[in-house]
């Protein structure tokens, strides 16, 4: 189990290099003349008032909010997914009652219009 | 075959990550920031049971059921918890703890 | 050894040969495995590369083809060698970092999003025993890895300390993160049928061989298929769900703030997890590197390749959609079909059995696994059509709905101008 | 010293150099970001205690999911930049998270330590041998995994109240976090009931008199909007 994760550790290492030797070597061949108009935030032309924040949509959060409360739902299907074949008939039925619980989850948010993005 | 790692190795860096997560949650000034504490502990948490699961019963699936079970309390925690803090921080302007000391607005 | 089998195994040869040629040299250990594994990682990642490569060519040619272009034509015959001009123009562009910038994060974010993606290429059987590591949760682990993505962009939105790139950052993640609950909940029907979530076991389940008949799982479930094939053009970010880079809207989405080698990483990024996902689309429901004659890794690519036309297909021809059909797509469509699909391929994979062990152990109709596939496909695709109309008689309510409120509000506004005539008081 | 030993420390020192971050970063969404760093670290310890699938769920739980909705909820409440990064009590909480450490320390570690009557330290768990290796996982431990989540002798019941617990989840926090903030709520209210009673004293001049405590509910928060 672990050594199977072994490639992967050295992949993520040759990966991340491979990417910053590029970059750093691009750095070197490439051509450097910082200038202020340059360094300016680019915003269409516009001098840039105040800093990155803007008022963000509490719609962002709860699309977040539902998107990982269905992920950890999702997982939790996988462990039983790969025992589909040992485990007897009336485990359909607990799962199929676990996802209509997360079906009922969606519906909720469906009515009271947290999908409705406007 | 774990090449020579001791159980109490895990169980030490485990305590640790508790007590940082502990420290964050005591003396953050930022109710979110404490949440991040609750996290690292919760984590913290999931580090232990793995590890028993690891050294004295990998035959049993109690373990890995009740690691698989911290990770929905972890999101549901995480997804409560920041939405009341939103709430909060729509309603007084602030996030931080020592400040929400009325019921009332 | 003939010359056909050789051939087919050509993959598996050279790769056994290079392990043990350093092996002789180094000895065996631990030092011999290590190089082993970083000439394969070596590799595998310059193989991706130059795939990369051939993808920007391909696209931009097919695109230009479909909407009656050339597309590019003067470096090299037919633009072959456009990519490499990209990529020395990419080399030697100046990258300018806004000075407002948060250094870190800026410089970071490009680096996680191509790194991430070229490390899913690791769990990727190619052909029969050629694959960087046999995960035995091989498909959880590419949907696990692809969703680092998200926080590199987000880490971009920041670091470049910009408005739209903000903005950006987050209307990408609020589409990506949403995508990916269909994507999670369309493989499990796979690993139910299959058993198994490593790669390698799910292509084994659709390889013809004895008492396997060796049926694509897309015939078993085509509506996965498909609710799988739009989560991924989603994920990916391309067009028609491209948002993310609505250059009429958002100037260019998170990346603004890049320009050169950064800029080129993610665009190494988003080809590369489009490659990932149609490698992955392949595996799943077309049988990988199963077929006939040809050697296996060449089905992979061409299957691979077939997946991937669709993607630029889908990018000529269809417009973009607006934010707010893509996100009731996936969470009123796309998220309640999967789930009524689940329990709907439980039910009849435990009801209609194909081998005499599962029977005896759990009961049900033992039936041939053509049988199976065609109840199951009978099963899909009624979900499908029934779901279809819903959401047509849906759209049709609302429609009516909106109508009647326009046509009321009208008669309201004459009533109104009738009653100003007449001199009474309008209330 | 093993690779595995090696490995352990590096990922280990890569947790707790996240989590220190984490609590003390001024800037919170660095904090954030240092908290990735730390769940990638716990996502090596689980691989090195060979629980591939739980490394693999808590990279698209925590680093995938969780950090994401932290960092959404960073950016709403526009605390990013924090003026003190602690409270201040924090040397206290300093002491007692130092103390708390100790004491687990203590009994966790691997130093037999008498106080007084009681010897705390060097455990002997079931099943771990010091020097022995543990023993080794079965390959189907998944496959038990999830024939435990639908079988109610083991954990079937836990598994339907995950199912619950994210249903309760979903309804509480998306009705904390609905779009209107509470104060506007109570002023719409407030404005609909004064609006309300003044019809009724313009509608007719001996009607009912409005009961005490409707007339409270519709000036009380009015007021306490106009002292904000």
């Known amino acids: ?118 | 075959m774990l090449n020579g790692i001791p159980l109490y190795w895990f169980l030490l860096v485990s305590a640790a990550l508790f007590c940082i997560g502990l420290y964050g949650v005591l003396a953050r000034k930022n109710a979110i920031a404490i949440l991040m504490g609750v996290e690292l502990m919760l984590n913290a948490v999931n580090i232990n049971l793995l590890a028993f699961w690891r050294y004295v019963a990998p035959n049993a699936a109690a373990g890995l059921a009740f690691a698989a079970f911290i990770f929905v309390i972890a999101a549901a925690e995480a997804a409560i918890g920041l939405a009341l803090m939103i709430s909060v921080y729509r309603n007084t302007q602030s996030v931080d703890p020592d400040k929400l000391d009325s019921m009332k607005l | 050894m003939s010359v056909i089998d050789t051939v087919n195994n050509l993959l598996k040869i050279v790769s056994d040969g290079v392990a043990g040629l350093v092996e002789g040299i180094l000895g065996p250990g631990l030092g011999a495995d290590l190089i082993t594994m970083g000439l394969g990682a070596l590799v595998l990642c310059t193989i991706v590369a130059l795939v990369f490569m051939g993808m920007t060519w391909a696209e931009r040619k097919v695109v230009a083809r479909i909407q009656n272009r050339v597309g590019p034509n003067q470096a090299g015959p037919f633009g072959l060698l456009q990519p490499i001009a990209d990529g020395i123009k990419m080399f030697t562009k100046e990258d300018t970092t806004p000075a407002s910038a948060d250094r870190w994060v800026y410089n970071a974010a490009p680096l996680i999003i191509a790194t991430f993606a070229l490390v899913t290429f690791a769990v990727f059987p190619l052909a029969p025993g050629v694959v960087g590591t046999n995960l035995n949760i091989g498909v959880f682990f590419v949907i696990a890895v692809g969703s680092a993505s998200t926080v590199a962009i987000l880490m971009a939105g920041w670091g470049s300390n910009n408005k739209y790139s903000l903005l950006g950052a987050f209307r990408t993640v609020a589409q990506l993160v949403g995508y990916e609950v269909p994507m999670l909940l369309n493989v499990i029907p796979v690993i139910l049928l299959a058993g198994s979530m490593g790669l390698a076991d799910i292509v084994q389940r659709q390889t013809l061989a004895d008492g396997n008949p060796g049926i694509p799982f897309i015939l078993y479930l085509p509506l996965s298929a498909l609710a799988f094939f739009i989560a991924g053009v989603a994920e990916t970010g391309r067009s028609p769900f491209d948002l993310l880079e609505a250059e009429s809207e958002i100037v260019a989405g998170f990346h603004v703030e890049y320009s050169g080698m950064k800029f080129a990483l993610f665009m190494l990024g988003e080809y590369v997890n489009t490659l990932a996902v149609s490698i992955v689309f392949a595996t799943l429901f077309l049988g990988g590197y199963a077929g006939p004659i040809l050697p296996p890794y060449l089905w992979l690519a061409l299957k691979t390749a077939g997946v991937f036309f669709v993607f630029m297909w889908l990018r000529g021809t269809l417009p973009r959609v607006r934010v707010d059909q893509l996100m009731s797509l996936n969470w009123k469509v796309l998220v309640p079909m999967s789930i009524v699909n689940i329990i709907a391929v439980m039910i009849l994979a435990k009801l209609f059995v194909t081998s005499p062990g599962l029977q005896a152990a759990n009961g049900g109709i033992l039936v041939t696994p053509e049988t199976q596939a065609a109840i199951l496909f009978v099963a899909n695709v009624a979900i499908l059509l029934s779901g279809l109309a819903i959401v047509a008689r849906r759209a049709r309510v609302l429609r009516l709905a909106e109508e009647a409120e326009i046509e009321s509000r009208r008669e309201a506004n004459r009533a109104a101008v009738s009653g100003f005539a007449g001199g009474a008081p309008a209330r | 010293m093993t690779i595995s030993q090696v490995l352990f420390i590096v990922i280990s020192l890569v947790v707790l150099g996240g989590g220190v971050m984490v609590v003390t970063a001024r800037n919170l969404f660095h904090a954030a970001l240092f908290l990735i760093v730390s769940f990638f670290g716990v996502t090596g310890l689980y691989v090195l205690l060979d629980a591939g699938f739980f490394a693999a769920a808590q990279f698209l739980v925590y680093i995938g999911a969780i950090s994401i909705l932290i960092i959404f909820a960073v950016m709403l409440t526009r605390g990013v930049q924090l003026a003190q990064p602690a409270n201040s009590q924090w040397p206290a909480a300093l002491v007692v998270s130092v103390i708390v450490f100790a004491i687990m320390a203590l009994m966790l570690g691997p130093v037999a330590v008498t106080i007084g009557q009681r010897q705390f330290g060097s455990v002997s768990w079931p099943n771990v041998v010091e020097g022995q290796p543990a023993p080794a996982v079965p390959d189907d431990h998944l496959v038990r995994l999830g024939q435990s989540f639908v079988d109610f002798n083991q954990y079937g019941a836990a598994f339907l109240l995950t199912a619950v617990l994210i249903l309760v989840a979903m309804v509480g926090a998306i009705w904390v976090a609905r779009d209107r903030a509470l104060k506007d709520v109570m002023e719409e209210r407030a404005e609909l009931a004064a609006e309300e009673a003044q019809e009724a004293m313009l509608a007719g001049p001996v009607q009912q008199p409005l009961p005490l405590a409707e007339t409270r509910s519709a000036e009380a928060p009015a007021a306490s909007v106009a002292h904000h």
């Open chain 1, 1 to 118: 189990m672990r050594t199977d994760f072994a490639f992967i550790g050295v992949m993520l290492v040759t990966a991340f290099l491979l990417m910053g030797v590029a970059v750093f070597a691009a750095s070197l061949l490439r051509p450097r003349k910082p200038s202020p108009a340059k360094l300016e935030t680019y915003e269409c032309g516009m001098e840039t008032v105040g800093d990155a924040w803007v008022q963000f949509r509490v719609q962002y959060y709860i699309f977040a909010l539902i998107f990982v409360l269905f992920d950890v739902g999702g997982v939790l299907l996988f462990p039983f997914a790969v025992a589909f074949n040992v485990v007897p008939l009336y485990a359909v039925l607990v799962v199929t009652v676990f996802l209509g619980i997360l079906m009922t989850a969606l519906l909720y948010a469906w009515r009271r219009g947290a999908l409705q993005w406007d």
